[in-house]
C-alpha cells in the first residue's frame, strides 16, 4: 500500500535562518506531489506541485522553492525564512493516471520567529 | 480563476443530528470533487471522491452528492457524533491540481 512521510511535525526558526522541509512517497512509481501551505484561519494554498524529476510548477510568487530530486522525493525550501513563511505545511500526492484521490501527509506546522 | 466557497464556516449540533455540509465552485469544468476530513493541527484525510459524470457517492453515514452544472455540492452526515468533530474541506480537481475551499468547522457535542 501506498504511504506518504513528511517531516519534521514541527518547526520553529528565526527570521533569516534557511529551511528544508521533506516528504516521500512509499508504493507507487510516478507520482503527482504537491506542497500546499495552511496559514492559520485561512485555506488551504497550492505552493508547487511536479509531475515528473525536476518538473517543478509553481502556483504564486513566494520567498519559497521546492525540487524533486528522486521520483518519491519533494522537498521544500527557503534560503532566508520570513514571518509570514508561518504556517501548517501539508505535502500530498496523487496517481499520474487520470484525476484521482488526493492524499495528504501528516504536516509541518513552522513557526517562523 | 476557480473559486470554491463553503458554507457555513462554522457548525455547531447535538449528537445524533442529520446535518449538511454546503460547496459551491464557479467553474463548472471539473474533473472530480473530493471531500477532505481534517483534525486540528493533522493532514487531511480523503472521505469521499466524485468523479465529474457522477451524481454521489456514499460511505457509511456520509453521502456526497454533485451538481456540476450549477456548480454546487453538499456531504450529508447521518446521525452525527462527537467523533465527526472535525473540520471539513471540499476541493474541485482542474488539470492536474486541487483549490480547496475555506472548509467548516464542525463541533458535535454529547
Known amino acids: 500500500s501506498q504511504t506518504i512521510h513528511q517531516w519534521p511535525a514541527t518547526l520553529v526558526q528565526p527570521v533569516g535562518s534557511p529551511l528544508s522541509l521533506e516528504c516521500t512517497v512509499e508504493?507507487?512509481?510516478?507520482?503527482?506531489l504537491y506542497w500546499y501551505r495552511q496559514a492559520a484561519g485561512r485555506g488551504l494554498q497550492l505552493l508547487f506541485y511536479?509531475?515528473?524529476?525536476?518538473?517543478i510548477s509553481s502556483e504564486v510568487p513566494q520567498n519559497l522553492s521546492a525540487s524533486r530530486p528522486q521520483d518519491r522525493q519533494f522537498i521544500l525550501s527557503s534560503k532566508k525564512l520570513l514571518l509570514s513563511d508561518s504556517g501548517f505545511y501539508l505535502c500530498?500526492?496523487?496517481?499520474?493516471?487520470?484525476?484521482?484521490?488526493?492524499?495528504f501527509g501528516s504536516g509541518t506546522q513552522l513557526s517562523v520567529l | 480563476k476557480q473559486e470554491v466557497t463553503q458554507i457555513p464556516a462554522a457548525l455547531s449540533v447535538p449528537e445524533g443530528e442529520n446535518l449538511v455540509l454546503n460547496c459551491s465552485f464557479t467553474d463548472s469544468a471539473i474533473y472530480n470533487l473530493q471531500w477532505f476530513r481534517q483534525d486540528p493541527g493533522k493532514g487531511l484525510t480523503s472521505l469521499l471522491l466524485i468523479q465529474s459524470s457522477q451524481r454521489e457517492q456514499t460511505s457509511g453515514r456520509l453521502n456526497a452528492s454533485l451538481d456540476k452544472s450549477s456548480g454546487r455540492s453538499t456531504l450529508y452526515i447521518a446521525a452525527s457524533q462527537p467523533g465527526d468533530s472535525a473540520t471539513y474541506l471540499c476541493a474541485v480537481t482542474g488539470f492536474q491540481k486541487l483549490v480547496f475551499g475555506t472548509g467548516t468547522r464542525l463541533l458535535v457535542s454529547p
Open positions: 508504493g507507487t512509481s510516478n507520482p503527482n
Open positions: 511536479s509531475v515528473g524529476i525536476g518538473q
Open positions: 500530498a500526492w496523487s496517481s499520474s493516471q487520470g484525476a484521482g484521490k488526493l492524499f
